[in-house]
Nanobody, 123 residues
């Protein structure tokens, strides 16, 4: 069983930056694919970024060039650095993990989820 706890959300002006963190329990963290998803009110949960056990990363087109996902296996933590934030980035951001090798965009493909952290970008 893996538990995920996000932190780092908040209110920021458009053009600003935030860094989200996701702390994971369990000794097999380094073998897991990790991802970030987000869900805005009235919308479906959508893929934002992912990183696999070999540090290969993948991003949604809407965040490429602005967001960076990284992981620190020694700290069992995955990060999402968000720059040049836009009002449309406003959502609850969720951390996800799975023992699969591949980073998959479908939320249903991920086994473990955090409780979410709110990110609000004002215009």
């Amino acid at each position: 069983q893996v538990q995920l706890v996000e932190s780092g959300g908040g209110l920021v002006q458009a053009g600003g930056s935030l860094r989200l963190s996701c702390a994971a329990s369990g000794r097999t963290f380094s073998n897991y694919a990790m991802g970030w998803f987000r869900q805005a009110p009235g919308k479906e949960r959508e893929f934002v970024a992912g990183i696999n056990r070999n540090m290969r990363t993948d991003y949604a087109d809407s965040v490429k060039g602005r967001f960076t996902i990284s992981r620190d296996n020694a700290k069992n933590t995955v990060y999402l650095q968000m720059n040049s934030l836009k009002p449309e980035d406003t959502a609850v951001y969720y951390c996800a993990g799975d023992s699969t090798y591949y980073v998959l965009a479908s939320p249903g493909s991920w086994s473990y989820w955090g409780q979410g952290t709110q990110v609000t970008v004002s215009s």
